[in-house]
């Protein structure tokens, strides 16, 4: 498995300001993944984090609202920004690993915006 | 990713077989069937995955219908830690560029004492 840290592990928000989420996992990994789980959702994948060049965004995410960063194997961020209180959700980090391309999710990140 | 589907929820008392039932009829050749369970306010967590054999780990086993077009998820003495979403997914792994999880609406399992 893989040791995957997020911080911050919570915060509360205004509207109106970003915040950056960070992943770190304990060892390099392949790809790197942003979810978000809105309350009492199900997942709903982000992007595609590449290191050394842009993410890839699914359908209804956009680079504006949600710039990812992976300067290298083992880190990457997300930014929320200009937020609203419709981006309060629970977003996690998650890897891949193994020669099946195994996938482990962090603790998550859980934001309220007011 | 071929479609799932879950029921919404399901008991089981503790100690007993949770039996956790997923249809995926559109699956392909080449798809896994995968499950993980979300425990309340954490990330999800990988259980077990296959492809069209039975399969067994310290967690659970997962018993995949010969046509493939559904599996059931056992968890064999459920405890009341095991209550969680349980979510399965069908995937092709890609050994280059790794696949994303598509993930249901899950199975809300409540174990019960």
């Known amino acids: 498995s893989a040791v995957i840290s997020q911080k911050p592990s919570r915060d509360i928000c205004q509207r109106g300001t970003s915040l950056t989420i960070q992943c770190q996992v304990d060892?390099?990994?392949?790809?790197m993944f942003w979810y978000r789980q809105q309350p009492g959702q199900s997942l709903t994948l982000i992007a595609t984090a590449n290191q050394g060049s842009e993410a890839t965004y699914e359908s209804g995410f956009v680079i504006d609202k949600f710039p990812i960063s992976r300067p290298n194997l083992t880190f990457s961020t997300l930014t929320v920004s200009n937020m609203s209180p419709e981006d309060s959700s629970i977003y996690l980090c998650?890897?891949?690993?193994?020669?099946?391309?195994?996938?482990?999710f962090g603790p998550g990140t859980r934001l309220t915006v007011l | 990713d071929a479609k799932t589907t879950q029921p919404p929820s399901m008991d089981c008392a503790e100690g007993r077989a949770a039996n956790l039932p997923c249809n995926h009829s559109?699956?392909?050749?080449?798809?896994?069937v995968y499950w993980y369970r979300q425990i309340h306010s954490q990330g999800p967590q990988y259980i077990i995955h296959?492809?069209?054999n039975n399969e067994t780990n310290e967690m659970a086993s997962l018993i995949i219908t010969e046509d493939r077009k559904s599996s059931t998820l056992i968890l064999p003495h459920a405890t009341l830690r095991d209550t969680a979403v349980y979510y399965c997914i069908v995937r092709v792994v890609q050994e280059t560029s790794g696949s994303r999880l598509t993930f249901g609406e899950g199975t809300q399992l409540t174990v019960n004492p």
């Open positions: 998650s890897v891949t690993r193994g020669a099946r391309n195994e996938q482990f």
């Open positions: 296959g492809l069209k």
């Open positions: 559109t699956i392909s050749g080449n798809e896994y």
């Open positions: 060892s390099q990994v392949t790809m």
